[in-house]
């Protein structure tokens, strides 16, 4: 049985607003957090493109980029399915 879930670690860091409690963060990060998993639990089919050129990726996408790299280096092909 293939895997359908992950636990996600995020460590979370705050050098603004010192004087303002943290508990704003972690909410504000935990609704990026939803609707980001909103929109990856609907995907169909559940194809993660290898092939770094086939997404437009951005500074934030660099765990993503060396997990996809990981998957090619170990002889995945093009696509790799859940």
């Given at each position: 049985m293939p895997a359908r879930r992950t636990r996600m670690f995020c460590p979370i860091a705050k050098n603004f607003d010192l004087?303002?409690?943290?508990?704003?963060?972690?909410?504000?990060n935990q609704q990026i957090f939803e609707e980001d998993r909103a929109i990856?639990?609907?995907?169909?089919?559940?194809?993660?493109?290898l092939d770094p050129k086939i997404e437009v990726n951005i500074l934030a996408d660099r765990s993503s980029v060396a997990y996809r790299r990981g998957l090619r280096d170990l002889g995945l092909s093009h696509f790799f399915t859940a």
């Open positions: 004087d303002l409690p943290v508990q704003a963060t972690y909410d504000f990856v639990e609907v995907q169909k089919p559940e194809n993660l493109p």
